[in-house]
């Protein structure tokens, strides 16, 4: 069964600080891995799109990395803001599954001043 | 273009009561997604449609739901009678068939059952 495990289920840090949040899946087979941004009483919007070939990447202070082999991602905030306090939802397509998508739970970050 | 428009944003109904949920795709776009989410269940895919076909409705939860999509520009979600547990955010989702298949996501309405 596909599955997408993310970790930890909630964080709270100090503004400024990094931080890194863990998404583990066993999505089969692999087409492409997404992190979404979900505010407070809005829908959530695409941070990256990540393919099997690609390892790393950044938009701005948000980087994703993915593994492939050992099927873990990663997305690491850099320098956090208070408007960072959000949910971060790990999302991974099939090969097979045209446009359906496996949804991890989330990741809901908390930046304090 | 406005995005993915859902209404309403917010619905309180009685238990029993019909509800319907609307949804505008981005223009274009040749895929509609139903999600639902709770706090318990996050993110379930509830039917997505392909041309205006319905293409999987394995996430509905029983005959209370059901969906159209008449034509490219609009899409309804009902719920007869709705439930106290149907009480939750439902999400419209479009995209593109291709590339990357990305999904963009309408503001959601919040429905309250009581």
């Known amino acids: 069964k596909n599955q997408v495990e993310q970790s930890p289920q909630s964080l709270i840090i100090l503004e400024g600080k990094n931080c890194t949040l863990q998404?583990?899946?066993?999505?089969?087979?692999?087409?492409?891995l997404r992190w979404y941004k979900q505010d407070t009483g809005r829908g959530p919007v695409s941070l990256t799109i990540?393919?099997?070939?690609?390892n790393t990447k950044s938009n701005g202070r948000y980087t994703a990395t993915l593994d492939a082999d050992t099927k873990q991602s990663s997305l690491h905030i850099t320098a956090s803001q208070l408007s960072d306090s959000a949910s971060y939802i790990c999302?991974?397509?099939?090969?097979?599954?045209?446009?359906?998508?496996?949804f991890g739970g989330g990741t809901r970050l908390m930046v304090k001043p | 273009d406005a995005g993915v428009i859902q209404s309403p944003r917010h619905e309180v109904t009685e238990m029993g009561q019909e509800v319907t949920l609307r949804c505008k795709p981005i223009?274009?776009?040749?895929?509609l997604f139903w999600y639902r989410q709770t706090m318990m269940r996050g993110l379930e895919l509830l039917i997505y449609?392909?041309?205006?076909?319905?293409?999987?409705d394995s996430g509905m939860p029983e005959d209370r739901f059901s969906a159209k999509m008449p034509n490219a520009s609009f899409s309804t979600l009902k719920i007869q009678p709705s439930e106290p547990r149907d009480s939750a955010v439902y999400f419209c989702?479009?995209?593109?068939?291709?590339?990357?298949?990305?999904?963009?996501f309408g503001p959601g309405t919040r429905l309250t059952v009581t």
């Open positions: 999302v991974v397509r099939a090969n097979n599954a045209g446009n359906m998508l496996t």
């Open positions: 998404c583990n899946y066993t999505v089969s087979p692999f087409s492409n």
């Open positions: 990540m393919t099997f070939s690609e």
């Open positions: 223009s274009g776009h040749d895929y």
């Open positions: 449609f392909n041309n205006n076909v319905p293409i999987d």
């Open positions: 989702a479009t995209g593109i068939a291709g590339g990357r298949y990305e999904q963009y």
